[in-house]
């Protein structure tokens, strides 16, 4: 299997040699330069582990890791740094952060840090080992890599930001999702165009799950989205 690695960070000369290293262990390596842009492509890459700088243009690493964390409880996060005080890591930590390097690093050492990071999940059971992961939602399958819903003789070939919609629903299934969240994840603002996206986004999910009564797409105004699933 090869590990998906999202790496961001806006040194281009760094990045460029950190993802051509990477590269060349095996990895496949999506590196962005501005924090703006990390959300509205996090859910569709999926990535195995996310190394993120915490000195970004427009949005941090810390708040980045923070909007991952809400997305995936078990992603690994590895911020980059300077800062090496006992008060920023505790911060690092406390934003979702699951390892810490510190600015100078070697590549070698991030390498082993990834390597690290892949073994615990996989002792965790929270890996995944197979691009056709399946989730079930009560009769249907939903098949977050290859944007399918199917059960039997019921298929629906889903459109990527559909499958993005309903993949961070899933991250919250029987909670609250709030709007924001879904618009800064999958477009990248809350602005009012997209806002009427969404609504036709989560009209036609609401029509591709209606195969399963049971399950519910609530609409609490003011505030986002609760995914009922038995």
């Known amino acids: 299997m090869v590990y998906k690695i999202l790496y961001v ?4 000369f760094l990045g460029r040699i950190v993802k051509e290293t990477l590269a060349s262990q095996g990895f496949e390596v999506l590196l962005i330069d501005d924090g703006a842009n990390v959300m509205k492509v996090y859910v569709e890459y999926q990535p195995d ?6 000195m970004l243009p427009n949005i941090d690493g810390l708040s980045l890791g923070k909007q991952i964390r809400t997305l995936d409880a078990h992603m690994p996060i590895i911020y980059l740094t300077a800062k090496t005080t006992e008060e920023d890591l505790l911060k690092g930590f406390e934003s979702g ?18 390597h690290n990071q892949l073994k615990l999940l996989q002792k965790s059971g929270n890996i995944n080992e197979s691009e056709n992961d399946e989730i079930y ?22 459109s990527a930001r559909e499958s993005q919609v309903l993949n961070i629903l899933v991250a919250h299934k029987n909670k609250i999702t709030e709007r924001s969240l879904l618009l800064k994840s999958v477009w990248g603002d809350d602005s009012y165009f997209n806002s009427r996206n969404l ?3 989560i009209r036609k999910l609401r029509e591709h799950l209606s195969y399963d009564k049971r399950i519910e797409i609530l609409t609490l105004k003011g505030v986002g989205y609760q995914f009922i699933v038995p």
């Open 137 to 158: 939602l009560g009769l249907i399958r939903f098949s977050p890599r290859r944007y399918e819903l199917n059960s039997g003789d019921y298929f629906v070939k889903l």
């Open 199 to 201: 609504d036709v986004y």
């Open 49 to 54: 582990v996310c190394v993120l700088d915490i």
């Open 97 to 114: 952060g699951t390892d810490y390097v510190k600015k100078p690093f070697s590549v070698k050492e991030l390498i082993a840090r990834i």
């Open 9 to 12: 960070e806006d040194e281009e």
